[in-house]
């Protein structure tokens, strides 16, 4: 199970989208209680996948909130400004959305801290000795750094400050080309941490649509 949030909590408390804030703390604390009753409903040995927010692109975002006020000003039939409309307050910044990101990870973290705490309690042998005699655990709740996926500065768009970034459609909104990528770092987490999950290990339930009795179904 996939949990995406953070971009609207991460507007600024005082920008023009303020009502959409949430406090990182309370965020984290909302993200956990999420997570924690996810666990409850996927199936045993199934993975929880907390997704970050992605970066914000500044530039890009005030020049379509300058847009779009334009169009309202246009809509009701006042005359036009005698120069583009300045953009409203900012909303975002691509700094918050990065500090919403790490608070997500840290929400992944304490669920492997919490986890390891447990087994601890309960007797467990060490995880020295237990990482002596078998592969490690692998974790209920994973996270994936979309912020860093996409604006690291591995990432074609180096920090996330590049006007017309094309994996987001207006600075904030992801374009085809950023859900294709997400879709795939989705992916790479679900073969990463549940090899098994992966779409070619999992059994059809109804037969593939081009197989027949004269051609069966390789699996």
């Known amino acids: 199970m996939t949990v995406f949030f953070g971009a609207n909590d991460a507007a600024l408390a005082d920008g023009a989208s303020a009502r959409?804030?949430?406090?990182?703390?309370r965020f984290k604390g909302n993200l956990a209680a999420?997570?924690?009753?996810?666990?409850?409903?996927v199936e045993p040995g199934g993975l929880v996948l907390l997704v970050s927010c992605?970066?914000?692109v500044e530039e890009q975002r005030a020049r379509r909130l300058a847009e779009a006020a334009a169009a309202d000003l246009a809509a009701a039939g006042a005359?036009?400004?005698p120069k583009p409309p300045l953009p409203p307050l900012p909303e975002r910044t691509n700094e918050a959305a990065r500090l919403y990101s790490r608070?997500?990870?840290?929400?992944?973290e304490s669920f492997s801290e919490a986890a390891a705490?447990?087994?601890?309690?309960?007797?467990?042998?060490?995880?020295?000795?237990?990482?002596?005699?078998e592969p490690p655990s692998p974790p209920r709740v994973a996270f994936l750094d979309l912020w860093e996926e996409l604006a690291g500065s591995a990432s074609p768009v180096a920090a996330a400050q590049q006007p017309g970034s094309s994996f987001l459609s207006d600075g904030l909104h992801l374009s085809e080309e950023g859900n294709l990528r997400v879709?795939?770092?989705?992916?790479a987490a679900i073969a990463e941490h549940r090899p098994h999950l992966r779409a070619e290990e999992l059994?059809?339930?109804?037969?593939?649509?081009?197989?027949?009795?004269l051609e069966p179904c390789p699996r």
Request: hydrophobic share 55%; proline share 14%.
């Open 20 to 25: 959409q804030h949430v406090p990182a703390e």
């Open 34 to 41: 999420i997570a924690r009753a996810a666990l409850e409903t």
């Open 54 to 56: 992605p970066p914000v």
């Open 79 to 81: 005359p036009p400004p």
């Open 103 to 108: 608070a997500a990870a840290e929400v992944a």
């Open 117 to 133: 705490a447990a087994e601890a309690a309960a007797g467990a042998v060490t995880a020295a000795a237990k990482a002596a005699t």
């Open 183 to 187: 879709a795939s770092s989705v992916l």
């Open 203 to 213: 059994p059809l339930d109804f037969p593939d649509w081009t197989c027949s009795a």
